[in-house]
Each structure stands twice: as C-alpha cells, then as structure tokens.
C-alpha cells in the first residue's frame, strides 16, 4: 500500500469536503422534522374542520329526521335526544327547537 504524503491527506480530508459540523447537521435536521410535524397537525387541523363545516348539516338534518320519525312513532325520550343532537351539530335550526 502506497503512503500518503501531508497535502495529498489534506485534500481527501472529510474537513474538507463537509463544512457542516455534526451539531449544525442535526439542529438542522431537528428543525426540519420540525417544520415537517408542524405542517403536518395544521393540515391536519384543517381537514377536521373542513369535514366537521360540510358534514354537520348533513348530520343535523339527519338528526332532525330521526327526531321527527321517533316523534310520529311516540317515541319521546328518544326523539328529544335526536332533537338535541341535531341543535347540537346546527344550534340555528329552530325547528329542532320547537320539536325538542
């Protein structure tokens, strides 16, 4: 095996190819998986209410539905939690007030 004189060791040196600390690599690392999570739960956070601003008055009017039909069958104790539900999900549905 051939030895290496000084400058041909000091221009293979990693010194020399990475000018990045191993500190500085892993802070920056931290902070990108960071950013990464935090992206992450605010996409998150946004489909939920996404889902809960287009889905809760399809669920109230459900609700409201069911509360009339427990109603017409005589089935109060059941149609007054239907009623709160739907008043629950779409508290400016007044006919699930005047049903409950």
Do not use: W
């Not at 020399?16 to 998150?44: K, N, S």
């Not at 539905?65 to 109060?76: G, H, V």
């Amino acid at each position: 095996m051939k030895a290496m004189d000084p400058q041909d060791r000091a221009t293979t040196s990693i010194d020399t190819a990475v000018p990045v600390t191993a500190e500085q690599f892993h802070a920056r690392r931290r902070g990108i998986i960071l950013i990464c999570t935090g992206a992450a739960v605010v996409l998150a956070g946004l489909t939920y209410l996404a889902y809960r601003h287009f889905m809760d008055p399809i669920h109230a009017r459900e609700a409201y539905d069911e509360a009339k039909r427990l109603a017409t069958i005589t089935r109060y104790s059941q149609s007054i939690l239907a009623a709160t539900r739907a008043i629950t999900l779409n508290p400016n549905n007044a006919d699930a007030y005047f049903l409950r």
